[in-house]
């Protein structure tokens, strides 16, 4: 049994997943296929929930952020892990429910929750709800007012600690769309707000600096302005803050270039926020607030793999190779959105050397579909299975049908017994909900 970029290759040479063998995994269901390797996403929602319980009395909750990889299995495996979820669409959260996740453990989050999805959050019972607009504060005390409930609320705020990462996952910077700012009164005011709302109950705040960071500095950074906010606030009107949720964020390994963090590894993160917001709470003398954070990449991301079948291969002489693969950009948008890296190996040789520097494109109709740029792989031909490694988090949550193309399956593999948790689309799914109106017929 050999190693590659941590991933186990059997005396086959294949590439394994949760131990099966990747290249029959394409064989039996077929390809492009997502594969999630259960024991690795129970391991990371296990390690956050263990951190919490050993460092800071058990008195906080992981919520799995679930826009990252949304399905009923995930809900399923959320639950039975004893965490919480943040959705942030009554899609979600429907699929949350659908799934039977108690959801009195979900929050929910965005800048823009249409009534209607703060009417189905609501009739669902849901825990939380985290407000990010005077309109939003206004609607939802209306709605609850209307039912005769009181719904438990946290504010979104925006302590200005902007993080080393792509600038479209920032969240944290003075001219994001999400939050108000703890530095110029705007958390202040609406905290303020929010209390007089009769049908609203208050329980503290919510902020989320970006996604893909690996500094720690970053993460106890935006502890600290926050408990700065939660003192100010506390001076100011006696309120005390029962919640801080400092959302996800924490980065993964995609290629050499990223770090690689084991398991255990990723408990620093929360150890480092825990000691940070011990610390601070007791400077003011603060009682210390239950603590959320809100981990989705880090949860899926390097559990799952994606399996291509190799197609046409081009050759630019000296400028280009590429490898077309049966998928592309609307099953793995990243690259087209973000210029992602990624590793890619060969599934059905996985033990041979890599021989060329070659472009993975997909099949769709657009020049800017690729999969993968520069990418070190022997040389390749038709008909390999190529795998792409830590797809598993904003590749399916992020699909489309551009082109008319099916959204592919999606496997769950534990103890080399794989199970499909969304079946692939089919031609009927395309035009399920195309109507040709009669004056067309
Ligand atoms: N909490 C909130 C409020 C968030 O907005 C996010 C991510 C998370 C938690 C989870 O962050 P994570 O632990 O997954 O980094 N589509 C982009 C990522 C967008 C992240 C949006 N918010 C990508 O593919 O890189």
């Given at each position: 049994?050999?190693?590659l970029?941590?991933?186990?290759?059997?005396?086959?040479g294949?590439?394994?997943?949760?131990?099966?063998?990747?290249?029959?995994?394409?064989?039996?269901f077929?390809?492009?296929l997502?594969?999630?390797?259960?024991?690795q996403i129970?391991?990371?929602?296990r390690?956050?929930?263990k951190?919490?319980?050993?460092?800071?009395d058990?008195?906080?909750?992981?919520?799995?952020?679930?826009?990252?990889?949304?399905?009923?299995?995930?809900?399923?495996?959320?639950?039975?892990e004893?965490?919480?979820?943040?959705?942030?669409s009554?899609?979600?959260?429907y699929?949350?429910?659908?799934a039977?996740?108690?959801?009195?453990r979900?929050?929910?989050?965005?800048?823009?929750?249409?009534?209607?999805?703060?009417?189905?959050?609501l009739?669902s019972?849901?825990?939380?709800?985290?407000i990010?607009a005077?309109?939003?504060?206004?609607?939802?005390?209306e709605?609850?007012?209307?039912?005769g409930?009181?719904?438990?609320?946290?504010?979104?705020?925006?302590?200005?600690?902007?993080?080393?990462?792509h600038?479209?996952?920032?969240?944290?910077?003075?001219?994001s769309?999400?939050?108000f700012?703890?530095?110029?009164?705007?958390?202040a005011k609406?905290?303020k707000?929010?209390?007089?709302?009769e049908?609203?109950?208050?329980k503290?705040?919510h902020?989320?600096?970006?996604?893909?960071?690996f500094e720690?500095?970053s993460?106890?950074l935006a502890?600290?302005?926050?408990?700065d906010f939660?003192?100010?606030l506390?001076a100011?009107?006696g309120?005390e803050?029962?919640?801080?949720?400092?959302?996800?964020?924490y980065?993964?390994?995609?290629?050499?270039?990223?770090?690689?963090?084991?398991?255990e590894?990723?408990?620093?993160y929360?150890?480092?926020?825990?000691?940070?917001l011990?610390a601070?709470?007791?400077?003011?003398?603060?009682k210390r607030?239950?603590?959320l954070?809100e981990?989705?990449r880090?949860?899926?991301?390097?559990?799952?793999?994606?399996?291509?079948t190799?197609?046409?291969?081009?050759?630019?002489?000296?400028i280009?190779?590429?490898?077309?693969?049966?998928?592309?950009?609307?099953?793995?948008?990243?690259?087209?959105?973000?210029?992602?890296?990624?590793?890619?190996?060969?599934a059905?040789?996985?033990?041979d050397k890599?021989?060329?520097?070659?472009?993975i494109a997909?099949?769709?109709?657009?020049s800017?579909?690729i999969?993968a740029?520069?990418?070190?792989?022997?040389?390749?031909?038709?008909g390999?299975?190529?795998?792409?490694?830590?797809?598993?988090?904003?590749?399916?949550s992020?699909?489309?049908?551009?082109?008319?193309?099916?959204?592919?399956?999606?496997?769950?593999?534990?103890?080399?017994?794989a199970?499909?948790?969304?079946?692939?689309?089919?031609?009927?799914?395309?035009?399920?909900?195309d109507v040709?109106?009669e004056d067309?017929?």
């Open positions: 049994m050999n190693i970029a941590g991933r186990r290759i059997n005396e086959r294949h590439l394994e997943i949760g131990g099966a063998d990747a290249t029959e995994l394409a064989q039996t077929g390809t492009p997502y594969v999630f390797d259960e024991m129970r391991s990371m929602c390690i956050y929930k951190t919490i319980a050993e460092e800071y058990g008195n906080g909750l992981v919520l799995y952020a679930s826009k990252a990889f949304s399905c009923m299995a995930m809900y399923k495996i959320a639950a039975q004893g965490i919480g979820v943040d959705v942030v009554a899609g979600e959260l699929t949350a429910v659908q039977g996740f108690p959801v009195e979900a929050y929910m989050h965005g800048n823009n929750k249409l009534e209607k999805e703060l009417i189905f959050a009739e019972g849901i825990g939380n709800i985290v990010d005077y309109s939003e504060a206004d609607k939802l005390n709605l609850c007012k209307e039912r409930m009181v719904q438990n609320v946290l504010i979104r705020i925006n302590p200005g600690v902007e993080a080393h990462t600038h479209a996952v920032q969240t944290a910077t003075p001219d769309k999400f939050g700012a703890t530095q110029d009164g705007s958390a609406i905290a707000y929010v209390m007089a709302k049908n609203l109950r208050l503290g705040f902020c989320h600096i970006g996604s893909q960071i720690k500095s993460f106890a502890v600290d302005k926050c408990v939660m003192a100010q506390q100011e009107t309120f803050t029962a919640e801080l949720n400092l959302g996800g964020g980065g993964i390994w995609y290629t050499d270039e990223d770090a690689k963090v084991s398991v590894g990723y408990a620093e929360l150890k480092a926020i825990i000691a940070e011990k601070k709470t007791a400077q003011y003398g603060l607030p239950k603590l954070v981990p989705g880090s949860i899926v991301g390097e559990a799952g793999t994606t399996l291509y190799v197609g046409a291969i081009k050759d630019i002489p000296g280009k190779k590429y490898v077309a693969v049966d998928g592309g950009m609307f099953e793995a948008p990243r690259y087209a959105l973000y210029g992602s890296k990624y590793t890619a190996i060969l059905n040789r996985a033990n890599n021989e060329e520097i070659v472009t997909g099949k769709c109709c657009e800017g579909d999969v740029a520069n990418v070190p792989l022997p040389k390749v031909n038709t390999d299975i190529l795998a792409v490694l830590s797809t598993g988090a904003y590749h399916y992020m699909a489309s049908n551009y082109n008319r193309n099916f959204i592919p399956a999606a496997v769950l593999v534990k103890e080399g017994n199970r499909v948790i969304i079946k692939a689309q089919t031609f009927a799914d395309l035009v399920r909900n040709i109106p067309l017929q």
